[in-house]
């Protein structure tokens, strides 16, 4: 999933549903994890009580949670919440990019969190190579650029590092509706908003070894 924005004025109360949503569709289709690619939360200032009834709901999924810090997380990449990320919810923040290994998955997730929202941040850069084993998936927030000259958009993605990327599947957020924008055989997905847009959801990947990676959109309707 990404882009949940808690604890925006204009869906406030819809946020928090479409992320309880999201969290029921990860058990009902029995997620092995989850991922956040970004604005979970919407600004600064949410209140320490909803970040930590957030936090307290993505630890009750019982998977593991990796959370991408997007342009609107500033509440956690400037450490203004002051809770304890709960066992089982990783947060990246290490702004060079970070790598996590969920070896009981044989899955290892690398993200870099956006810091600085402006066209010279580029969110795939320094994307490490290929582990020796397992799967291996890449989460970014930013704009995935259809033509290379625009680069007046903040955290640009571009197609030509999508293609290039050693990766099986890069998990995107921002753009707040289900997006296929897969290059050269590599699966790269935006994976929809769950409150406050038209058509709301997230995606689901499936990661086999037989048939490869395989991703469709799974629409919330509640
Ligand atoms: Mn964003």
């Known amino acids: 999933m ?46 320490t009580e909803t970040v930590d009834r957030v936090m307290d709901a993505l630890a009750a999924s019982k998977k593991p949670v990796v959370v991408l810090p997007g342009n609107h997380d500033t509440i956690l990449t400037q450490g203004l919440w002051g809770g304890k990320t709960p066992d089982g919810v990783t947060i990246l923040l290490e702004a060079d ?22 066209p010279e941040f580029r969110p795939l850069l320094g994307m490490p190579p290929r582990p020796d084993d397992g799967w291996y998936v890449s989460m970014a927030h930013g704009i995935v650029m259809d033509f290379e000259e625009a680069t007046w958009r903040s955290s640009p993605i571009y197609l030509d590092e999508i293609a290039k990327a050693p990766c099986d599947y890069i998990a995107l957020g921002h753009v707040h509706v289900y997006r296929d924008v897969s290059q050269n055989g590599v699966p790269a997905f935006y994976s929809g908003a769950p409150a406050g847009a038209m058509k709301r959801g997230v995606a689901i990947v499936d990661m086999d070894p037989d048939k490869g990676v395989s991703v469709s959109p799974l629409e919330i309707t509640t």
């Open 2 to 47: 990404s882009d949940v924005h808690i604890g925006t004025d204009i869906y406030q109360g819809a946020a928090l549903d479409g992320l309880d949503s999201a969290l029921a569709l990860a058990d009902s289709s029995q997620a092995d994890a989850i991922l956040v690619a970004g604005d979970l939360f919407d600004h600064h200032r949410v209140p």
């Open 97 to 118: 990019g970070e790598t996590l290994a969920l070896d009981e998955l044989g899955l290892t997730v690398w993200g870099r969190p956006v810091y600085d929202h402006n």
